[in-house]
């Protein structure tokens, strides 16, 4: 499997790489490994339908920026995100097959103009084991820990009893997808966040695999630039204070920051 | 420490424990663990031994998920004896737990979501001749080698 696996990932980044026919190949052999109790090579082929899976996902995820779908293109950038975690978490031998990718998504996750999350609160008072079915017990631990591989498959908990103990709001969530929309009525979901950087990037940005980097700084403007500003509007600096308790009192003018944007290796 | 609650059976291996992990004594939910104790137990079981307890019966344990990036590791009772071996499985569970991506441009500011991951918990130490100290820390998850380190250094002082 070994061979294979590295035969599969030379060819990756090829144009017309057939990602989904891949996927169906690799997940038939890990099967049969599976089935041949071959720990070894379920594991590999796991670990490789991993790396072509985040990599689809990733292209996907980047054809949904272009197509201005930005909270569907968050949500699949979060699983992005989570997959790599979990890859690297069992098989850190892999990382330079995804380290490309791992920056890019951190990247753009940071020009997201998300800064609010909801967190839910949850009592777990039991679940059991994906792997062996068992209830975990305190005290008899089936010996599968959640998010490790055994035999070619991802260990992790079915909740079977939980209590929702609270909602609460969050800078800095577990889980990113639960991000604050506002609503005009019961089912009208607004989405009212601003996406003017990554609209900006897309411009320009035309091929996922073509690497990219950014730097902020800051300058001040007049107040003068800012035709509505008032004392009680949100300070353009990003402070999230008032205006008026804000730059408003700055001699130097309002705080802007300005993102550069430059295409290509980071010297 | 306070064994009424427990079974019969558990007062004596707890009361002997050189580790003894203890609820999260949050108002919400008193008797709760924090996420992830389930592991931790199973952990440090097995690399540090039967004298490793847990302050709750079978039936009665209860894990709450405070779903903010904060890997909380709860609260422990730890004897002075096997205080550097039980900082040292803590910093191997906590690398597990925590697989930080490289860090972006750092010249960028960056969102709440993207800072290095963090660790809670508190350890209350004693020894053998009831000399007692307690250490809290909530910080960076790679800072704990250093504070592991000042812990003891803490412990020693006077």
């Known amino acids: 499997m070994k061979n294979k696996s590295q035969e599969i990932l030379k060819h990756l980044l090829e144009d017309g790489f057939d990602y989904d026919a891949t996927i169906k190949e690799v997940d038939a052999l890990r099967k049969g490994y599976q089935q041949q109790h071959d720990e070894e090579n379920a594991n590999v082929a796991w670990a490789t339908l991993e790396i072509v899976s985040l990599h689809r996902d990733y292209s996907k995820a980047f054809e949904m920026l272009r197509d201005k779908k930005y909270y569907e293109a968050w949500c699949l950038l979060e699983q992005i995100e989570i997959g790599i975690t979990h890859l690297l978490r069992n098989f850190s031998g892999t990382k330079n097959a995804v380290s490309y990718i791992e920056m890019m998504v951190r990247q753009l996750q940071s020009l997201y103009p998300y800064k609010v999350f909801l967190s839910t609160e949850m009592l777990i008072k039991e679940r059991t084991c994906s792997i062996c079915g068992k209830k975990r017990y305190i005290r008899h631990h089936c010996g599968h820990f959640a998010g490790h591989v055994y035999n070619g498959e991802m260990c992790f908990d079915y909740v079977e009893k939980c209590a929702l103990e609270g909602v609460a709001i969050v800078f800095n969530p577990e889980h990113k997808y639960a991000v604050a929309f506002g609503r005009n009525g019961e089912d009208d979901h607004v989405d009212h966040y601003d996406y003017k950087l990554l609209e900006g990037l897309m411009d320009w940005w035309k091929d996922p695999y073509y690497p990219w980097h950014y730097t902020t700084k800051y300058i001040h403007k007049s107040p003068d630039d800012f035709s509505d500003l008032t004392e009680e509007s949100k300070c353009p600096c990003g402070s999230g204070k008032k205006f008026g308790e804000c730059c408003k009192n700055d001699p130097e003018g309002v705080k802007h920051v300005v993102y550069e944007f430059k295409f290509g290796l980071k010297k | ?158």
Do not use: H
């Open chain 2, 1 to 158: 420490m306070d064994v009424a609650g427990l079974p019969e059976d558990l007062k004596a291996s707890v009361m002997a424990a050189d580790v003894l992990i203890v609820p999260s004594m949050m108002p919400a939910q008193p008797k709760a663990f924090m996420e992830g104790t389930m592991d931790l137990y199973a952990v440090l079981k097995t690399l540090m031994g039967d004298k490793i307890e847990i302050c709750i019966a079978d039936d009665d344990y209860e894990e709450i998920e405070l779903n903010s990036r904060i890997l909380r590791l709860g609260r422990f009772c730890v004897k002075k004896v096997v205080l550097p071996v039980f900082l040292g499985v803590l910093s191997a569970y906590i690398y597990d737990r925590i697989k930080e991506p490289e860090p972006i441009e750092v010249s960028v500011e960056l969102p709440e979501y993207q800072q290095p991951a963090t660790v809670s918990f508190t350890i209350e130490v004693e020894d053998t001749l009831g000399k007692k100290k307690e250490f809290q820390y909530e910080g960076p998850a790679a800072d704990y080698k250093e504070i592991a380190a000042e812990i003891e250094r803490l412990w020693n002082e006077e």
